[in-house]
Each structure stands twice: as structure tokens, then as C-alpha cells.
């Protein structure tokens, strides 16, 4: 039986990478504030304590940012990470700013451009040469990443010409090479070709408005908060950043766990596409941490945390926490789980939830709608390699289609 000593934990480490559920459980169990002097972190797993951090933000502050890489962490991350590296009351105000955008109607609004959008991936799928009623793609590059960035550029009021472009330099933005330690040059070229791209947009949308987010948060109605237009910049690229890649890890997780678990891809393809989405969150969120500098010295479980340390909080173990989820291990779509925190929690949760399920729900609906049955090549499958996230690259499929 290890000891607090004896745990060890490193999101870098290609172990970790593979499965870190065994990790989480060991640091729930023996470790729950665990301390990495080499890579200077501290680290919470247990959902009480993962929720209780998110939601005190006065002493876990975002204003270093969210991640943990050198090239992002520090007091000027809020100038490309805008709301994840923002403490009130700047983030109070930008939040405002843009929150309208996302709730129910700004969402409904672009509930049939999804449905479009879907239909015509399926349809470009359906279409390639197929043996009788079998068909073989890859799960994530044929479908998956080409959702979210296209909805993001119509929801920022990208023209059409440019989708693919922003959807490589999104994707090129969050790309880690195996065991890096911080963004590659290609990375960071891409952050600075999509500020570059945003600040042409916003620049053209103050001499020509239409109507969209850009111009809307350029001329706020009396009574709105005002941004700046660097403000604006940063959020957009922030959304490219946070909104591209996460939803494409959720729909890869759901396609991968499904395929694993015989009863539960019945049930799925049978049309519990809530039940399939839920616990998919619940059982592998896409997001492995979100960092916080905790602002005054602390005593966690017995332990004297100083201000100023790096803390991160593991939703993926929070949520795998069996003092909160029985049976935590078990995927199961039938499962109810209101309490995970896989969009985070307090005034930092999630912007875009309701987006990333209306994308999921939609895009997993279609397909379980022309599918009778799959299988996952897990040999030749590829995860994503970043420490932050957690999900595939490549998930070459056969399909049966209905
Ligand atoms: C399944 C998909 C997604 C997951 C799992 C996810 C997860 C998260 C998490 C955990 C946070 C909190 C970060 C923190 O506390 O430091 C967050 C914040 C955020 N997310 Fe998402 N996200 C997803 C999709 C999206 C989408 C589609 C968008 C954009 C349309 C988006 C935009 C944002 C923004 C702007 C924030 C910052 C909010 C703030 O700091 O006030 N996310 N997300």
C-alpha cells in the first residue's frame, strides 16, 4: 500500500497520458494534496476539494492563467487567454460582456447552421466507396475536427473562405509533440496568426458592422459593458482555443468508451444520446486540470500550502471520486450525474456548455441516426499527447450502416 510519499504524479508522464486514472485514485486515496517540486504544482483529486477550490475564487486565482505551461502561465496570460486568466473585476466585466452570446437563444440561434453543418460531414462519409453496407473513416479526422472550429467561425462571423484556414491554426494552436514540456514554435505561430486574424476582423467590423459578435461587442446597447478591442481579440482567440479542441475530444471519447462497453453503444445507438454525452463528460472529461495561484497561505488536510503556490485541480478525478459517484469506475448512460465538474464550477464555469452539448448532442445524434454498429481499430488509434487534455487524434472506425 503506497504512502503519501510514495505517490507519484506528472501530467507529462507518458503513463499518465495513456490512463491516469490509477494515478487520481492513488492520489484521492494516499496523496490529497499532493506536492511535485519538479514541475512546481500542487495538486487536488478529491471532488469536495476540487469543487470547493473552483468556487473560492478569492483565494484560487486565475489572474496567472489556467495552464501550466511556461510559454502560457504568468501575469500577461490574460492578453491571449482573456476570462481563463482573468480575476474580477476585470473578468466580471469582460464576462458580462460576452455571456449574452452564449445562453439559450444566442445558442438556439445556431442550433439549424449545426444541423447542416453535420449532415453534410455524414453525407461527404456515406458517399466514399464502401464494401456493401461497411465503411471505414477516422472517427476524429474525418469527422469530429471538423465540427467545432466551423460553428466557432460562425458564431464569431468568420467568412466561409476562411473555416479551414482558422481550423488548422486552431488545431496547430493546442498540438503537443510526445513529452514536451511547453508549446511548440508551430504552436505559438498559430496563436499569433489567429490574433493576427482577429485583430483584421475586428478592425474591419468597426468600419463595416454587421450583425455578429464581433460588431455587437464592439457597440454594446446603453446600459452593456464595453470591451476593448484588444479585449476582443483575446476572447476570440480564447474561444478558438477553448472551444475547437475540447468538443472534439468529447465527441472522440463518447465514439471511443461506446465502443468498449458492447451494452452501452446499444443503448447509445438506440438514441439515448443525453445518456451517452452525460457520462461521457462524467467518465472522461476532455479537460485534464485547470491551474489556480492560491493567494494565502492555506492549510489543506493538514498540509501548509503558501500563498503564491501552483494548484491544480483534476476534474477527471473529481469525477471519478467514489465519495461522490457510486460505482465510479462503470460507464453507464443511464447514470445521473448533476455534480461532475468537467465544465468547471463558480464564475469561471464553462462559457460554453451549452454549445459543446448542442454539438455533441447533434453530431453524436446523426451518427447514431445512419449507424447500426462500429468497431474502434484500437491498435492503430492515437491519443492526443498535451498534458491538459485528454482525448484522441486519429480513431479509425468501421461502420454498419443502417
Ligand atoms: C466539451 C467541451 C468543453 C469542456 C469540457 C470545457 C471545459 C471548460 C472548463 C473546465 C472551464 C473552466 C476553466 C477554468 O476554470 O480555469 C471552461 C471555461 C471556458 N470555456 Fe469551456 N469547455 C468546453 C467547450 C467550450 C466551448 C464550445 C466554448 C466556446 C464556445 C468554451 C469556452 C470557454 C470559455 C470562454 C471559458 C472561460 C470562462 C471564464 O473563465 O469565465 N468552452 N471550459
Known sequence: METAEEVHFDPYDPRVTEDPYPFYALLRAHAPVYRNEERDFWALSRHADVVRAWVDEARYSSANGNSIEPVSWGPNAHKYASLLAMDPPMHTRVRRAVTGFFGSRGIARLQPAVHTLVHSLLQELRGRDSAGSLNSFDF???FADRLPMRVLCLLMGVEERDHARLQALADAQVRRDPGAHDAPV???????????????????????PCEDLVSHLLAPAPGEQRVTGEE?????????????????QLLGNAWYWA???????????????????EE??????????????????TVLHGVAVPAGARILLLPGSANRDPAAFPDPHRYD?????????????GRHRCLGARLARLEARVALGAM???????EVDESAAERVTAAEARGFLSLPTVVRWR
Open 140 to 142: 476524429i479526422r474525418d
Open 186 to 208: 508551430r504552436a505559438i505561430e498559430a496563436t499569433l496568426e489567429l490574433i493576427a486574424y482577429f485583430d483584421e476582423l475586428v478592425r474591419r467590423r468597426r468600419h463595416r
Open 232 to 248: 476582443i481579440v483575446a476572447f476570440l482567440n480564447t474561444l478558438a482555443a477553448a472551444g475547437n479542441d475540447t468538443v472534439i
Open 259 to 277: 465502443s468498449r462497453h458492447p451494452a452501452q453503444r446499444r443503448r447509445a445507438l438506440d438514441g439515448d444520446i443525453e445518456g451517452w454525452v
Open 280 to 297: 461521457t463528460l462524467r467518465f472522461d472529461p476532455p479537460n485534464r486540470f485547470a491551474a489556480r495561484t492560491l493567494v494565502e497561505d
Open 333 to 345: 448512460l443511464s447514470r445521473k450525474s448533476p455534480d461532475k465538474v468537467s465544465f468547471g464550477a
Open 368 to 374: 447514431a441516426g445512419l449507424v447500426a454498429d462500429y
